[in-house]
C-alpha cells in the first residue's frame, strides 16, 4: 500500500452514529502534536482491518511508545560535524535525524567519538580519534 507523504497523522478508531451522522473520533494527542487543528477541514482515508479480541490491557495502553535513541552508552560512532550548537559544541546526525553533541568538534570534522550520555532526542560522545 502506498502512503502520501502528505499523511499528517495516523490512529485507529471506530465509527459510531451520531444521530443522522457517523462519527470518526480523533485521538487528543493527534491535536496537541501540532498535526492538526481543531476546526480545519482535511481529506479522510478509511483502511479496513480485521478486528481481533484486545486484552482491556492493550486498550487501555494509549500511545504508542516513542522510537528508542539509535545509539547506547558505551557504543562508538564514526560521525561528520555538521553543524555547531548554540553552546558551541560540534553536532553530527545519525540514523533518523538523531543528535550527537560533540564538545569542542567543529564542522566538517570526521570523528571516532565514544557515546557518554543518551537521551530520548539527543546523545553526547567523546571524542576518542580526531579523524579517519
Do not use: W
Not at 67 to 85: A, H, L, W
Not at 99 to 118: L, Q, S
Amino acid at each position: 500500500m502506498e502512503i502520501s507523504d502528505k499523511l499528517l497523522c495516523l490512529f485507529s478508531a471506530e465509527v459510531s452514529a451520531d444521530d443522522d451522522n457517523y462519527v470518526v473520533e480523533i485521538p487528543r494527542r493527534e491535536v496537541e502534536t501540532g498535526d492538526i487543528d481543531p476546526g480545519d477541514t482535511y481529506r479522510v482515508a478509511l483502511i479496513s482491518r480485521e478486528v481481533e479480541a484486545e486484552s482491556d490491557e492493550e486498550q487501555n495502553a494509549g500511545a504508542p511508545p516513542e522510537p528508542q535513541p539509535p545509539v547506547e552508552i558505551g557504543e562508538t560512532r564514526y560521525v561528520e560535524i555538521e553543524d555547531i550548537g548554540k553552546q558551541g559544541d560540534g553536532i553530527a546526525r545519525v540514523e533518523r535525524g538523531y543528535v550527537i553533541i560533540v564538545p569542542g568538534a567543529e564542522v566538517g570534522e570526521r570523528v571516532k567519538v565514544e557515546v557518554t550520555e543518551v537521551k530520548s532526542n539527543f546523545a553526547v560522545g567523546e571524542v576518542i580519534e580526531e579523524s579517519f
